[in-house]
């Protein structure tokens, strides 16, 4: 994993879409190489709500 990708403030949370733990980079949708500059539409959507949720 790259050093941008491990910046990631998504990476906080889990992956719903292949199922990456919370820290873990999120893969390719074959699931076979690990992506190195951004995470999943949905773990960026999840990542938001936690944000949300801890906001209040």
């Known amino acids: 994993m790259t050093d941008r990708a491990r910046s990631l403030p998504q990476l906080a949370v ?3 879409t292949r199922g990456a733990a919370p820290g873990e980079p999120c893969t390719s949708h074959g699931g076979t ?3 190195r500059t951004h995470t999943h539409v949905s773990r960026r959507a999840a990542w938001a709500t936690s944000r949300k949720d801890t906001r209040r």
Do not use: L
């Open 14 to 16: 889990a992956c719903p």
């Open 33 to 35: 190489r690990p992506r």
